[in-house]
């Protein structure tokens, strides 16, 4: 890495490949990074690691928009497979089971972002 913070041409080309290659060694080989080095970068260089995960957030805020974008879709599917009479009762039983463990997800999620709010609150108040 460069000493300025910036990351080296060889960090720059081993970032997407780490986003797309199922290992480092495979990632390495595709960046032309030797093995070693990509390791190295990825336990002890804090700016090649933040870049790293600045890249893999970009990557899974996409997918999330994606998935939003499905999201309408997918509560009509189940609507109809659970309105369905031609479908077997196991299958309208799962597509319940799945709905229902979304939303109790959904709710957990929720719990956690208000009691983290509220965290952060009280920290930058200092109480």
Do not use: H, Y
């Amino acid at each position: 890495m460069a000493s300025n913070g910036v990351l080296s041409a060889a960090q720059r080309r081993l970032i997407p490949a780490l986003l797309t290659c199922r290992t480092v060694t495979a990632a390495a080989e595709s960046a032309k990074v030797a093995e070693r080095t990509a390791f190295r970068w990825l336990a002890d260089d804090a700016n090649f690691q933040a870049e790293l995960a600045r890249a893999e957030g970009d990557v899974i805020g996409g997918a999330v928009r994606a998935l939003l974008g499905l999201a309408e879709s997918a509560v009509d599917c189940l609507r109809s497979t659970l309105d369905d009479a031609e479908l077997p009762a196991s299958v309208k039983l799962r597509a319940a089971g799945l709905a229902i463990d979304a939303l109790l997800r959904m709710r957990e999620l929720a719990s956690i972002e208000k009691r983290l709010s509220e965290l952060e609150r009280q920290v930058q108040d200092g109480n």
